[in-house]
């Protein structure tokens, strides 16, 4: 049997002063099929914006809102 795996998808950790970060793009839809290493979200501080790569393969469970701001760590998406 296999157990599914599913990874979680935090906000980053983008600078020593940054506590939050705004969500402001998703690269895949929910549900899609994404590939490590492939541009998959855009967060944006006050100073930058950051595109971020899926961290793994398999399919997107997006939790987290566009033009929301989101405390490092908070928990935005899971791939499965």
Known sequence: ESIEMSVEVRIPKLGMSAQ???????FVEDGAQVQKG?????????????????????????IGEIDTEYEVGALIARIT
Do not use: Q, R
């Open 38 to 62: 492939t541009p998959f979200y855009a967060v944006e501080t006050d100073k930058s914006t950051t595109e971020v790569e899926a961290p793994a393969d398999g399919k997107v469970e997006i």
């Open 20 to 26: 939050t970060s705004t969500l402001v793009e998703w």
